[in-house]
């Protein structure tokens, strides 16, 4: 599903508040091919959960980011996300789909609390070929602030969107590419990135609620920072050291509290109309966040689930020497929502 807009090769732009990424997918073979992966941090406060603070110093760092990866086109795959955008699970009168796109935005006035008059709206039925005289839809709404602000700052690099997607959606498309097995019941996918770690709940692979957490890596370094005297590059070392440190785990504690919380207030919103009418059965993290260690047996213990790390390239063909210059272990987990839009194939 997506807001906007069949190339052989599709380039993303995910642009983070800790990191810009750009990934490139070949689709002339047949199966898509990762071919070209490239990452930039942003300076701190540059973009505050999803809002960019600093056009200049972004739109600088996509050109940089442009220039050093050897990507020529002007076309993009992007996506929006947070608190402006709404992803609902609705029953409607069964329709086609052309009717319903005639009626959908009167359906989501009963449903998005935002201005209808400035809202970009899209939706997808859900069971298309059921019977009945109701049918589910998956509604989303993205205020139109939204979407214009990310594309004036493509337009100011000279990129333009073929695509404009949902972060959530692109998460699931990765994901459900390399973790097929996921199809059926209920599964949770987090990720955790540097402000906002975002919930997906997929019901029979579907995705059909997301939720937004205000905590991220960067919340775990200033509280590293504020409470244990760490400078911003040791607290960052923490964060990312193979084994886990003992002065970390009670804030790691603390906050994994938070996530799962989180976790459990979606699930518990989501279950009464689950599909398969039961609870969340398993658990997938990726992001940034995910390679922290010991978060993975922090949500395990507290939700009782299995937890397992997301890799967006378990089953993705990689081209040769796309991570000569990278850890593919450290780079990989940070590349589920790029892989997830690069994926998509503009008309």
Do not use: C
């Not at 047949?30 to 992966?37: A, I, M, N, R, S």
């Not at 959908?104 to 939706?123: G, K, S």
């Not at 692109?170 to 949770?188: E, K, M, Q």
């Amino acid at each position: 599903m997506a807001l906007f807009g069949r190339n052989k090769t599709t380039v993303a732009l995910d642009i983070g508040s800790g990191l810009i990424k750009l990934v490139q997918i070949s689709h002339g073979s047949g199966e898509p091919v990762l071919t070209k992966v490239a990452t930039t941090q942003v300076v701190d406060d540059a973009i505050v959960e999803g809002e960019v603070m600093d056009k200049g110093i972004v739109a600088d760092a996509i050109r940089g980011l442009l220039a050093s990866s050897g990507i020529k086109t002007k076309k993009v795959v992007t996506a929006v996300g947070g608190r402006d955008v709404i992803i609902k699970k609705i029953t409607m009168d069964r329709m086609k789909e052309g009717e319903a796109r005639e009626v959908i935005r009167w359906e989501a006035e009963q449903h998005v609390p935002f201005d209808m008059d400035n809202v970009e709206l899209d939706f997808q039925i859900l069971d298309p070929d059921a019977d009945g005289l109701q049918m589910t839809v998956l509604l989303v709404a993205a205020k139109r602030e939204l979407v214009e602000t990310k594309m004036a700052l493509l337009a100011d690099v000279g990129l333009e969107p073929s695509i404009i997607d949902i972060d959530a959606f692109a998460l699931h498309n990765a994901f459900r590419i390399n973790h097929p097995d996921t199809a059926r019941g209920v599964v949770g996918l987090v990720n955790v990135g540097h402000e906002t770690t975002n919930v997906n709940i997929l019901d029979d692979g579907v995705p059909v609620l997301t939720r937004d957490i205000m905590i991220g890596t960067r919340r775990l370094r200033e509280d590293l920072q504020r409470e244990r005297g760490l400078s911003a590059e040791e607290a960052e070392r923490m964060l990312q050291a193979p084994e886990l440190d003992p002065a970390l785990k009670p804030y790691l504690e603390s906050r994994g509290e938070e996530i799962a919380v989180g976790i459990e207030r979606a699930a518990a919103f989501l279950q009464s109309g689950s599909r398969s009418g039961g609870g969340v059965s398993r658990l997938f993290v990726t992001g940034g966040g995910s390679r922290i260690p010991g978060l993975t047996r922090v949500l395990a213990d507290r939700l009782r689930l299995p937890v397992t790390q997301a890799n967006p390239i378990e089953r993705l063909q990689v081209a040769e020497g796309v991570f000569d210059t990278m850890e593919v272990d450290e780079v990989a987990p940070l590349l589920m929502l790029p892989i997830g839009l690069a994926l998509r194939q503009a008309a």
